[in-house]
Structure formats: C-alpha cells, structure tokens
C-alpha cells in the first residue's frame, strides 16, 4: 500500500527489467492486466495497481469528487516511490487520458506512453463525443442497463471485457465507474492539451484494437495519432485486446518499448 494525499494504493510489482507501469481502465483494476502481466515480467518490472476508489484502494473521503489530475498525481508518486528513472507506460482507455496527462506534467518520470483507444472525445466529429445517454440509463434504469449500454460502445462483450476477476470487486468497481466516473463528467471535464503532447519529450504511441476500428476508442485513437502527427499501432483484439488476446497483445506491447 502506498499513502498519497486522500487515499492509500494497493499495488503489485512482478518480474525484473526496465519498470513498465499500467494503467487500468474505468472499471478495471490489478486484475485488469492479469492475463498479460506474466509475459510482460519475463522482460519488464511490471507494475500494476488499483486507482483510487476502487478495489483495494479506498478513498479518506468517499464523497471527493474524482479528477484526472488526482490519478496523474497518484501515478507520478508511484513511480517516485519505485524508480529514479524514467518508466514506460500503458494505459489503455481511462487510463491511457491518464497516461497521455502524465507524459505532459511529468516528462521526466516517463520514458514511452502507449495509449491505447483513450477516450479523447473531445477529438471526434460533435455528434459522436457525448456520453449523457449512458448517465441518464444509468439515473433512471441502474447499474446492469447502464453496462450493457457502455460495453457495447465501446464494443466489447460485458462479461468478458478488460474488468473480469473477483465478482464482488467486479460489481463494485462498475457501479463507482458508472456513478462517480461517468456521473461526474471526469471523462469530459478534462481537456487534455495535444499541442503542448506534440511537443513533449515523451515518446507518445497512440494504439488501437485491430478488429474494433468501428468503435469509438479506435476512431480516438486514430484521431489522437493524426493529431499528433504520428502512426497509429494496431494492436491484437478490441478494446479489450489485452483480456481476450494476452499472448499476442504483450507481444505486440514488448516490441513497441523496445
């Protein structure tokens, strides 16, 4: 457990190498990135943790009100408290808006950031960006209808998306993402800054799943990568590659860093 400002972490380190930190998605957390963290160790210190306010990372004050800058924060002091060099990153989703926000507040601290399928709807055609629908499903007809709604947005199969593990956690974790997460416009309230991104030190790999390029993650991410004048990396599966292809995704992943 690590304490920071408003909350202890719960965090896993595995393996030895360069450290490679990930960053979970909304919903998700250590067990996020089970099934690809065991290859990734043969290579990497890989290093895996639950945000605040979910799981095994409770809040001090469980009212707060969850900001991006709050989780970049969080990041910056775990890996100050692990390494004295720069790290790679993964983030996948939520957490690669997270990810992208470190890369430009703390350059020093990371080496590459892979973004994979960041929700920068703030990117896309106006029409597409906005994610009041599932909040009103969510207000009006609760937790599972809300999921469901959200799953097949971002194209993923709900019960076998990145968040799989215990089902009491599970359930848990869903039910903050929907309420806090989603309710609170944390997603859309932040307005990351991509021409400062374009000049950052950071090495910057935006990705996206190879068979979701329908989905909106996919078109965020080829928008991100257009934006920042550099290519796109195709990654196996969806949006949930990691979960559903985990050979092929650390793969894939352990060439990119290296």
Not at 139 to 151: H, I, K, L, P
Not at 157 to 184: C, H, M
Not at 220 to 232: I, K, N, S, W
Request: with cysteine; glycine share 10%; aromatic share 8%.
């Amino acid at each position: 457990m690590l304490p920071v400002p408003g909350a202890h972490l719960y965090y896993e380190t595995r393996g030895s190498g360069p450290l490679l930190l990930l960053i979970s998605p909304g919903g998700g957390d250590v067990d996020s990135f089970h099934r690809i963290a065991a290859s990734l160790a043969e290579r990497f210190t890989v290093v895996t943790y639950d945000r605040r306010g979910y799981a095994r990372s409770p809040l001090d004050a469980p009212a707060e009100t969850p900001r991006i800058e709050t989780h970049v924060d969080d990041a910056s002091r775990l890996l100050a408290a692990l390494t004295m060099t720069p790290a790679h990153v993964f983030g996948s989703s939520g957490g690669a808006v997270i990810g992208l926000d470190l890369a430009l507040r703390y350059p020093r601290q990371v080496r590459t950031l892979v973004a994979h399928e960041p929700p920068l709807r703030q990117l896309l055609p106006e029409g597409e960006r906005g994610t009041g629908d599932i909040r009103e499903i969510y207000r009006r007809e609760g937790t599972a209808s809300a999921w469901r709604m959200f799953a097949a947005r971002i194209g993923v199969p709900e019960a076998a998306g990145p968040f799989s593990g215990d089902g009491s956690r599970f359930a848990a974790n869903v039910e903050y993402f929907l309420k806090q997460e989603i309710g609170s416009r944390m997603w859309a309230r932040h307005d990351l800054d991509i021409a400062a991104l374009r000049n950052s030190p950071v090495r910057v790999v935006p990705a996206g799943g190879r068979t979701g390029r329908e989905y909106v993650g996919h078109r965020c991410a080829v928008a991100l990568a257009r934006h920042l004048d550099t290519d796109l990396i195709e990654f196996p599966g969806h949006h949930a590659g990691f979960h559903t292809h985990p050979a092929e995704f650390a793969h894939t992943l352990s060439q990119v860093l290296t």
